[in-house]
């Protein structure tokens, strides 16, 4: 078990550093379930925002992620390799390239995603009242301002 530093005097500091623990904490089963097959989080989060937008532009999902487009392209590849992924050309251009879960990526996707929504369940149960929601917002404000290019 992590030992989360309990002696933070700045309570800002303590916020990033119970954030990093957190975010290992919703992280680490899906990292194993993924090494077993050799993929990583990368290929996580390619096939779980395939799935959320199937048959979306390789261009759409590159803002999506914020990466460039040499960063998704090994994983993608691996990921198109491995056949959890299906591309087709698109039908009005075959010059766009068009992404989806194959049967066995969505899978793979659905068990990553439903141990993160087991510990999502389980950590807002133990809170009760408006915790969830107030998380949701505290979430939302955060990853708007990606969006609004804060971040």
């Known amino acids: 078990m992590v030992d989360v530093n309990t002696n933070v005097l700045d309570?800002?500091?303590e916020a990033i550093e119970l954030f990093y623990f957190a975010y290992?904490?919703?992280t680490a089963l899906?990292?194993?379930i993924l090494a077993e097959r050799g993929l990583a989080r990368m290929h996580h989060r390619i096939l779980y925002f395939v799935a959320r937008k199937p048959r979306q532009r390789v261009s759409d999902l590159l803002v999506t992620l914020g990466v460039s487009k040499q960063?998704?392209?090994t994983p993608l590849k691996q990921l198109v390799e491995a056949g959890l992924i299906a591309v087709e050309p698109d039908a009005e251009d075959g010059r766009v390239k068009r992404l989806s879960l194959t049967p066995e990526g969505v899978e793979l996707e659905t068990r990553l995603s439903q141990t993160q929504r087991e510990l999502l369940g389980t950590?807002?149960?133990g809170h009760g009242g408006t915790a969830e929601d107030d998380w949701r917002g505290i979430m939302r404000e955060l990853a708007g301002r990606v969006r609004k290019g804060q971040a």
């Open 123 to 125: 950590v807002f149960a």
């Open 24 to 26: 290992r904490a919703f």
């Open 30 to 32: 899906p990292d194993a």
């Open 71 to 73: 960063a998704v392209h």
């Open 11 to 13: 309570p800002e500091l």
